[in-house]
């Protein structure tokens, strides 16, 4: 637990000194609200906005995540701790970026395409959070495995989307169900998924990140 | 391997003559169906390449031996393959009979999307070859595998069109029986080819690790 935490704390005390990822990837984040809803304003188009927004920054984000760390890897394989910790630390990262995204965006989507996108805001919090674990987790593993590849910018969104599929679907039938004014209970369905992704993924790439980071 | 190579097209000249000229017309469908003959074997052979892929990346991460990374590695091409195959198939035979050439139905889509994982799976090999890129690989491998069910889950949230499985149902087939015959022969031709390409794969690799060896050894 203690090193998680540390690994955490030292990533986001690390990004609160450059602000590197938070303003290129909080930059992308606004450009993308803008152009989608240049192109169709309407409410609802608002949901497939909004997960097409997270997914772009997401891939941006997260290839930077492991980038910082790739001449330091020897050091994180040397810390005292298994490849399952450093996996939880820098998905909880990554996932902290994300969720800082959507949060900071939820205001243009409710200026530009809903204002049900603010008002709605706590039961959108469910599939925010379930899908951004999901998304974090899902490129946190594969940003790992591709650290040392070439191309790695190329071949993140090409290994990561077509696997986090199943979290998009479900997060954007949701949050569209909800910005119609559906209760949360009505979308039991595509969170029951979302929970099951995250568990599965949380779950495996735990057991796999040792293989990921070995040398 | 010639023998299984042999045994294949042996079986498929029989299957495919029996599917177009012996096996009945169906009556909604029409002539269109008979593409179902190449279709199920072709779809059945895939995921059978995608559960080789599942146990020689484990194996390989478990035992480091190269053997079971040659494996993983010849049986994801073929899975490509076959899913390409498959999705052609679907498609040719969706426009006469479903008027459209896709639809975002759940196996459609669970079928594309591992399409586009294991061309993932393919490129990480070709970018990063050695040890480091069959460790990433065997990951991914894994990983796409365990998706399968979640992939298709998130697709049943959108509408399903495919027609319901009619031959592998715990009630027995819902086929008639004379269309088995040359269905069956042809799954049994694809999975013959399936091995046989497998085993020419695995060779290839394996004599191509050798020769570098021998290379880096001189």
Do not use: C
């Amino acid at each position: 637990m203690r090193t998680i935490r540390l690994l955490v704390a030292k990533d986001l005390r690390l990004e609160w000194r450059t602000r590197e990822i938070t303003t290129t990837v909080g930059l992308l984040a606004l450009l993308l609200v803008i152009v989608l809803a240049a192109v169709r304003p309407e409410p609802a188009a608002a949901a497939s906005a909004m997960w097409v927004t997270y997914a772009f920054a997401a891939t941006l984000g997260f290839t930077r995540a492991f980038a910082l760390e790739r001449d330091h890897l020897t050091g994180l394989r040397l810390a005292a701790a298994d490849g399952g910790v450093v996996f939880l630390g820098k998905a909880l990262v990554n996932w902290v970026l994300l969720a800082a995204v959507q949060a900071a965006s939820l205001p243009a989507f409710g200026a530009l395409f809903t204002e049900a996108a603010l008002a709605r805001a706590g039961a959108l919090a469910a599939p925010l959070v379930l899908g951004g674990v999901g998304l974090a987790v899902v490129g946190t593993l594969f940003g790992g495995l591709i650290v040392q590849a070439r191309l790695r910018e190329a071949l993140l969104p090409l290994l990561m989307l077509p696997v986090a599929l199943p979290v998009l679907i479900a997060a954007t039938s949701a949050t569209a169900a909800l910005l119609d004014g559906a209760p949360l209970r009505a979308v039991g369905g595509q969170l029951q998924l979302l929970v099951a992704f995250d568990i599965l993924f949380v779950t495996a790439s735990w057991l796999l990140f040792e293989f990921v980071l070995e040398e | 391997m010639r023998l299984l190579l042999v045994a294949a097209t042996l079986l498929m000249l029989v299957g495919i003559t029996w599917a177009l000229l012996a096996a009945p017309t169906e009556v909604f469908q029409g002539l269109p169906q008979r593409i179902m003959y190449l279709h199920v074997p072709a779809v059945i052979t895939a995921y059978s390449a995608l559960l080789v892929v599942f146990a020689a990346s484990a194996l390989y991460l478990w035992t480091r031996q190269a053997r079971w990374d040659r494996l993983a590695h010849g049986a994801a091409e073929l899975a490509v393959l076959f899913i390409t195959a498959t999705l052609a198939t679907g498609a040719i035979w969706g426009r006469p009979v479903w008027g459209t050439w896709w639809s975002w139905d759940a196996r459609l889509t669970t079928t594309l999307i591992l399409w586009f994982i294991y061309v993932g799976y393919l490129i990480v090999r070709a970018w990063a070859p050695g040890s480091r890129g069959a460790r990433a690989a065997a990951v991914i491998g894994i990983v796409g595998v365990l998706d399968i069910p979640l992939i298709h889950w998130s697709a049943i949230v959108l509408r399903t069109l495919h027609p319901q499985p009619t031959v592998f149902r715990p009630e027995g087939p819902a086929l008639p029986a004379s269309m088995l015959p040359p269905l069956g022969i042809n799954l049994a031709a694809f999975l013959l080819l399936f091995a046989a390409l497998l085993l020419l794969r695995v060779r290839q690799e394996r004599t191509l690790a050798r020769l570098v060896e021998r290379l880096e050894g001189a």
